[in-house]
């Protein structure tokens, strides 16, 4: 069965990355929520729009706190663009341990819980949040943390929704393998 499975959706990919279907590929990647007051906004490391986007949602007082979440110095260093940026370094709470997606949502849910954050804002790349939220949909189920989903702009991916450039496409296929494999990882 699970063999079946497999091959079928091998072939379910291979025909979607021949297909025309580049922009809707693309397009279900991107989750962006209509943003509401919440305590926290968590940025996610990866892409060097994120810190900023998160700041800019703090200023606009969408969220009293920042955390970085990143592997090490990738927390710390999205911590200083954020202060730069005019988040006051009180503000910002850094998870420093997380390598991957899957680790985002479990070390950032330890932090939320524990500081009775009822709600919060994922800041991430268009491309990313569709696992994202998966992923922390799925660690966060049952506790009653609200959670928002927003794109952080200038990331240069899809901007004008075709996904026509090679780079464009090759994200779209890591993203979609990475999608299965999380899948398969985490759900079974």
């Not at 999205?78 to 009180?90: F, N, Q």
Request: proline letters at 4%; one cysteine or more.
């Amino acid at each position: 069965m699970t063999l079946t499975i497999c091959v079928g959706v091998a072939f379910f990919i291979a025909w979607c990355f021949v297909s025309p279907l580049w922009p809707q590929l693309a397009g279900f990647l991107s989750v962006n929520d209509r943003l509401e007051k919440a305590d926290v906004v968590v940025a996610l490391a990866g892409g060097s729009e994120r810190a900023p986007y998160a700041a800019d949602l703090y200023l606009k007082g969408l969220a009293p706190r920042v955390i970085m979440s990143g592997c090490g110095s990738s927390a710390k260093q999205m911590a200083v663009a954020a202060a730069v940026r005019g988040v006051d370094p009180g503000d910002i709470i850094i998870e420093g341990k997380a390598e991957s997606t899957y680790e985002n949502a479990l070390y950032t849910r330890e932090i939320i819980v524990a500081a009775n954050f009822r709600s919060a804002i994922i800041v991430t790349s268009p491309y990313h949040t569709r696992r994202t939220k998966l992923v922390f949909d799925r660690l966060f189920r049952n506790t009653g943390i609200k959670l928002f989903y927003s794109t952080a702009p200038g990331s240069g991916f899809n901007e004008n929704g075709l996904c026509c450039s090679p780079a464009e496409r090759q994200v779209v296929r890591r993203e979609y393998i990475k999608l299965i494999y999380y899948w398969f990882r985490y759900w079974q």
